[in-house]
Nanobody, 123 residues
Framework: VQLQASGGGLVQAGGSLRLSCAASGHTFSSYAVGWFRQAPGKEREFVAAISWSGGVTRYANSVKGRFTISRDNTKNTVYLQLNSLKPEDTAVYYC?????????????????WGKGTLVTVSS
């Protein structure tokens, strides 16, 4: 499975963005997908995840109620809707796939990773 994250950009605080994680590979629909982010000078951290069917979603406490993860297996794409953005959301966002749904951590052990997309939130 190959992953490509896109949709990042510069937005003012309070604004919104939608990130996409497009996958190639016919087995993508069998994988859970997680979003992680890494801010400058900080370790990578878990943001959100979704099971292969979309029936299970998990969020970091810092984004709960503001971010929404979803997927469209017919398009081999997972989305992350970012609302009410804050300057502290500024980071490179990565998507990763694995057979299990992550719930925390840095994503160590995730099977596949995409290149990140930069989100910058100005105050």
């Amino acid at each position: 499975v190959q992953l490509q994250a896109s949709g990042g950009g510069l937005v003012q605080a309070g604004g919104s963005l939608r990130l996409s994680c497009a996958a190639s590979g016919h087995t993508f629909s069998s994988y859970a997908v997680g979003w992680f982010r890494q801010a400058p000078g900080k370790e990578r951290e878990f943001v959100a995840a979704i099971s292969w069917s979309g029936g299970v979603t998990r969020y970091a406490n810092s984004v709960k109620g503001r971010f929404t993860i979803s997927r469209d297996n017919t398009k081999n794409t997972v989305y992350l809707q970012l609302n009410s953005l804050k300057p502290e959301d500024t980071a490179v966002y990565y998507c990763a796939a694995d057979l299990t749904v992550p719930a925390s951590g840095s994503g160590y052990g995730m099977d596949f990773w995409g290149k990140g997309t930069l989100v910058t939130v100005s105050s």
